[in-house]
């Protein structure tokens, strides 16, 4: 029930309900997922210095009575990595991370989806560091498990690509970044809506790579047809939008 209460965005029926529930659990186990639970509310409203305290307090109640490598733990540790990445604090959040992957690398075989995961919330902070050659070698890892696991149109493998691709990005080597961003793009055709607000970014994208490179014919094609979609697909005032024109301006 509390579950479906945060997927329709009812956060504050959700809380009521996981303090009822709360209050009621009479083992370990049961705080330990009802603690898990109000972290996740918190981080889906953004407020992430509680998040962090109510993941850290399962972990806590999990860490007595489980082995230090035990599976349940990773789930933990991301997401409190995944808190402390949005709260900007990079150092904490590597720790964190680390550890959920150190725990995946034992328990899961070695195309499982979660490592991918894994290795991609490592490569995440590192990118968000600046740290681009290790956020690279991080991507590629995730990659390269989604290419095995993943059939070839899967959204997944247009995200890896896409990832790659802004690494290349914001390394300034232009060419690579639009190899990855046109094989992403390729896949979002064909698994995705024609309007689909994902589309409307990989044109963005590849707009901002023939931007980068001096082809604005090019940069301005990519760009329209980004403003195309996302008009149809978003409110008339959201911030996208304003993007889309400011892009489409600055050509």
């Known amino acids: 029930m509390g579950k479906l209460l945060l997927k329709i965005s009812q956060f504050d029926k959700a809380e009521e309900l996981y303090t009822a529930l709360l209050e009621q659990a009479s083992n370990d186990s049961d705080k330990a997922s009802i603690y898990h639970q109000l972290g996740w509310l918190k981080d889906d409203q953004g407020q992430y210095q509680e998040a962090a305290s109510f993941y850290e307090i ?19 540790y991301g997401n409190i990595g995944q808190v402390y990445n949005n709260m900007g604090n990079y150092s904490k959040a590597l720790e964190f991370h680390e550890k959920a992957h150190k725990i995946d690398e034992k328990a899961l075989p070695p195309n499982h989806s979660n490592l991918a995961i894994s290795y991609n919330n490592i490569g995440q902070v590192y990118y968000h560091m ?25 959204p997944s493998l247009a995200t890896s690509y896409n990832t ?20 992403s793009h390729q896949i979002y055709e064909k698994a995705l809506p024609p309007n689909h607000p994902n589309l409307a970014s990989s044109y963005n994208n590849i707009g901002v790579v023939y931007n980068k490179m001096g082809d604005y014919s090019k940069a301005l094609e990519f760009y329209e047809k980004d403003l195309e979609i996302t008009k149809k697909a978003l409110p008339p005032n959201h911030p996208s939008l304003a993007t889309s024109y400011n892009n489409i301006g600055l050509v």
């Open 164 to 183: 790659i691709g802004q690494v290349y990005n914001n390394m300034g080597d232009y060419s690579k970044a639009l190899e990855f961003y046109e094989k």
């Open 130 to 154: 600046g740290d681009y050659s290790k956020a690279l070698e991080f991507y590629e890892k995730a990659h390269k498990i989604r290419e095995k696991a993943l059939p070839p149109n899967h």
């Open 58 to 76: 399962s972990l806590e109640i999990k860490q007595k009575t489980l082995p230090e490598d035990h599976p349940s733990l990773a789930p933990t």
